[in-house]
């Protein structure tokens, strides 16, 4: 059972524009979400992540939402550069509990020039 | 550059072998967590160690197992090896931890498993 879902396998955005990934989660007692970003023959790195007590946190280019009653998160990056091509997973943990982060499938993202 | 190592890069070998993934946390992480990506799946979760005990069980096979050494290195060690289990390994650590939240990991370059 998928806990975490990305149903967009890939999406492609205009330099420039905005790029819009989203995320929805099926357990109710997530309490914290993360976005990580993967490069080709590179690990994921973190990227943002956002506290259920918070429904916007954003740094720099990148702004993640957070909708508990529709259990969904995006992640907004504003404006798109080439350099954002890549494979973005979204992830969710539990409060008090450190023993997993539970990611989604990723949605990879191109950057058209 | 993350600071987690993970050897080899890249690894070929039969059904039926056995192998063994190498990961050395980042200096003062007592975390290490072990992820299997395959071709369609996102990260799925492995296994957990927390200096040098096993924490957290996900969906590991009983093919597979994994420890924690004192120096905190861990290993992951594959064996009675399937076509299916051609996957990218990843290992990841994090910072000590006793029973607080997970805020950020940190991911090795992987291990790409190619079983033939």
């Known amino acids: 059972d998928q806990q975490v879902k990305q149903n967009s396998p890939s999406l492609s955005v205009q330099e420039g524009r905005i790029s819009i990934l989203n995320c929805d989660y099926t357990?109710?007692?997530?309490?914290?979400f993360l976005w990580y970003k993967k490069y080709p023959a590179e690990g994921p790195t973190f990227l943002i992540s956002?506290?259920?007590?918070?429904d916007k946190n954003e740094d720099g280019r990148f702004t993640v939402f957070l909708n508990k009653s529709a259990k969904h998160l995006s992640l907004h990056i504003v404006p798109s550069q080439p350099g954002d091509s890549a494979v973005y997973f979204c992830?969710?943990?539990?409060?008090?509990?450190?023993?997993?982060?539970?990611f989604g499938k990723g949605t990879r993202l191109h950057i058209l020039p | 550059d993350s600071g987690v190592t993970q050897t080899p890069k890249h690894l070929i070998t039969a059904t039926g072998q056995r192998v063994t993934l190498r990961c050395s946390p980042r200096?003062?992480?007592?975390?290490v967590y072990w992820y299997q990506q395959s071709l369609d799946q996102g990260l799925q979760f492995l296994i957990q160690y927390y200096n040098g005990e096993e924490r957290a069980k996900g969906n590991i096979l009983e093919r597979f197992s994994a420890q924690q050494f004192p120096d905190l290195h861990s290993e992951l060690n594959l064996s009675s090896l399937e076509l299916g289990d051609s996957a990218l390994y990843f290992c990841?650590?994090?910072?000590?931890?006793?029973?607080?939240?997970?805020?950020?990991?940190?991911f090795g370059s992987g291990t790409q498993l190619s079983v033939l």
């Open positions: 956002i506290s259920s007590i918070k």
């Open positions: 200096s003062g992480d007592l975390s």
């Open positions: 990841a650590s994090s910072v000590a931890s006793r029973r607080g939240r997970i805020e950020k990991l940190f």
């Open positions: 357990n109710s007692m997530f309490d914290y």
């Open positions: 992830a969710a943990s539990f409060m008090n509990r450190d023993d997993k982060i539970i």
